[in-house]
């Protein structure tokens, strides 16, 4: 559940000022905490069926051609997306270790970086399924707590400098608006699982007896006291040492100890190393399973190969491309994880439950679904902006 949209954070407070900033991070973690619930107690909500994936979720709720075009799309581009944004997350992260270990070296430039960092991903990618990448997957956990305690105690050990300020930095009144959109798209990218939360699921046994919601769930409590854990010092003691000047990667803008930073910047790496196999092998599975179903493809290693790679290739391209970290945190967290994370739950929930209007499930959807509309629409205009501004004095694949 912690994704590296952590990092961003600090960035996203720096934007939206005290007040909102808190408000914002506050009210996304217990949304999320509240759809992610409504997933796990949907999952087995036919006696003798699971919905082992989103779409046959959707599919329950609006039949069986429109559940498939609401949910399939959106699913995909929040995986898709957060491959791209870790690919370019853990090129600056390789970039930025090694500059921090061998600061009179010479460097590549980012894309090379951000090459080397998938080659690591063709390699990994080949592993059949969620259950073959445990250790990958438990490695990524790790270091993303590890990491996420280095930001925040290493910023505190910086201190606050004298020339801080906590003002809005913008040059007018439409960009602080649309700086302020943005930060709301880059606190949701923070907020990734719900889009693989069934799949995860499905890998539970389950009987009548004890069926897979109460490990699950048990699960997603604990992945969200360390999403607490993570989140909030990151972001408020980033905020509070760095102020307005922090960097969109918080540790990028970190120095000092060098080793220190050197390390977190590794196991960011590693974590996003984890982070990608784990959104990428749902997509592989969507993939595999239409070009051997739909398009008569026979199932062997070979396609397995030539799928996963062109996969890999795709999204190092992409990111190569398009390496402006927050803007694409921001527009790929308003335009596809608010509905998969935020309102798409709900809206699922209200068609199936059809809870009593203006009790207190009806008026807590309700809600949820409002803000997360809001969201969606609001962050990626503020994101799609600044990506135009940054991308006028960008050279592409540079």
């Not at 798209?185 to 699982?193: M, P």
């Not at 607490?228 to 960097?247: L, T």
């Not at 809206?347 to 949820?368: A, E, H």
Request: with cysteine; net charge positive; glycine share 8%.
């Amino acid at each position: 559940m912690v994704g590296a949209g952590v990092l961003s954070l600090p960035f996203a407070m720096s934007r939206m000022g005290w007040g909102p900033g808190v408000i914002v991070l506050v009210l996304s973690w217990t949304i999320t905490l509240f759809t992610l619930w409504q997933m796990v107690e949907m999952h087995e909500m036919v006696p003798g069926k699971r919905f082992d994936r989103y779409h046959e979720l959707g599919q329950h709720a609006f039949g069986e051609k429109l559940g498939l075009y609401i949910v399939v799309p959106q699913q995909l581009v929040v995986q898709v997306g957060t491959c791209i944004a870790y690919t370019v997350t853990g090129g600056h992260s390789l970039k930025k270790a090694h500059d921090s270990i061998c600061s009179d070296c010479s460097t590549f430039k980012s894309s090379w970086w951000i090459v080397i960092f998938a080659s690591i991903n063709f390699v990994l990618c080949h592993f059949p399924n969620f259950n073959s990448m445990s250790a990958v997957s438990f490695a990524a956990a790790v270091m993303s707590l590890t990491y996420s305690i280095i930001a925040w105690t290493a910023s505190l050990a910086r201190g606050v400098q004298p020339d801080i300020s906590y003002a809005m930095k913008a040059r007018s009144t439409a960009d602080a608006t649309f700086n302020f959109f943005t930060s709301l798209g880059d606190v949701a990218f923070a907020y990734a699982g719900h889009s693989v939360a069934l799949e995860i699921q499905a890998t539970i046994p389950s009987t009548p007896e004890k069926p897979s919601k109460g490990p699950m769930w048990r699960g997603v409590i604990w992945a969200y006291v360390g999403v607490a854990f993570c989140y909030f010092p990151v972001a408020i003691v980033g905020y509070y040492v760095f102020g307005n000047s922090v960097a969109d990667n918080v540790l990028v803008g970190l120095e000092h100890p060098r080793w220190l930073i050197a390390a977190a910047n590794i196991f960011v790496v590693i974590h996003v190393i984890g982070g990608y196999q784990v959104y990428a092998m749902s997509v592989f599975d969507m993939l595999e399973t239409y070009l051997v179903v739909k398009l008569k493809f026979p199932p062997s290693i070979l396609l397995r190969f030539i799928t996963r790679t062109i996969y890999v290739v795709l999204t190092m391209i992409i990111a190569i491309a398009i390496p402006f970290f927050s803007s694409l945190l921001g527009f790929l967290g308003g335009f596809a994880f608010a509905p998969t994370s935020y309102f798409l739950p709900c809206i699922i929930w209200l068609k199936i439950y059809k809870p009593k209007r203006f009790s207190l499930s009806w008026i807590v959807n309700w809600t949820c679904i409002i803000l997360g509309i809001l969201l969606m629409t609001l962050s990626p205009i503020g994101a799609l902006r600044n990506i135009i501004l940054s991308a006028k004095d960008y050279k592409f694949f540079s």
